[in-house]
């Protein structure tokens, strides 16, 4: 029937998915090369972060810490504290990929949040690529977000002060578009803005990168007297 999509079909959109979000999320890549290096980091420095590290939001969060003056403890603790839910990413994932012993590795590096939403929206489809989604997804996103990182490094020292182009707002804008995806009810929206609430009512009075510390840990503290 005409209408009806094919295996070549579905293998095509997922390819064509995945690669409009790894151009997305290169394109802030840039921004991230810019702000690393702007806040004192090296070329070489901002790439091995973006190689091995692999985690926009973390790597955003260690250097923002960086830039605001903050010691380098609470940037890598701020920044740890937001890839622990890759962890939580990689139990759901090889329970669903059952990746080989010479793929876990690989496939480990290539958790994040947009392979592993691919991968769970592709899982239940009447045609499941899930294997396809995420393979596809991490590498695009891999390849193009540092890809973007080196650009954004290369051309930090002529975009000059990252405030003057608003690249500065990169940061809570990268953070508001990986958490708007997660608030699927009013608890958990409640418990968003009360973790907000806390961070800027602590920004002006703690050193840069403790409010973030602060409001990460009321998560943790709300949904566990809740449940």
Do not use: K
Request: glycine share 10%; aromatic share 8%.
């Amino acid at each position: 029937m005409s209408g009806t999509a094919t295996p070549d079909d579905t293998r095509r959109g997922v390819l064509i998915e995945a690669a409009t979000i790894g151009v997305t999320t290169g394109a802030y890549g840039i921004s991230f090369g810019a702000l690393s290096v702007t806040s004192g980091l090296s070329v070489w420095q901002t790439m091995a972060l973006s190689a091995l590290m692999f985690t926009g939001a973390s790597q955003f969060a260690l250097v923002s810490v960086l830039a605001g003056g903050g010691s380098a403890v609470a940037a890598v603790a701020g920044s740890a504290l937001l890839g622990l839910r890759n962890l939580f990413y990689g139990l759901r994932m090889r329970q669903i990929l059952q990746p080989s012993a010479a793929l876990s590795v690989p496939a480990a590096q290539l958790t994040i949040d947009e392979s592993t939403a691919m991968a769970l929206a592709h899982y239940d489809r009447p045609e499941p690529r899930p294997a396809l989604a995420f393979w596809s997804t991490g590498l695009s996103v891999f390849v193009l977000w540092n890809l973007g990182s080196l650009i954004g490094a290369l051309g930090a020292s002529s975009i000059g002060d990252p405030q003057r182009w608003g690249l500065d707002a990169a940061v809570p804008a990268a953070f508001l578009a990986l958490l708007w995806p997660q608030i699927t009810s009013r608890r958990l929206l409640g418990v968003a803005v009360v973790g907000a609430v806390v961070g800027m009512s602590l920004t002006p009075v703690l050193a840069p990168g403790l409010p973030v510390l602060c409001a990460a840990l009321v998560p943790f503290l709300l949904l566990r007297r809740t449940r």
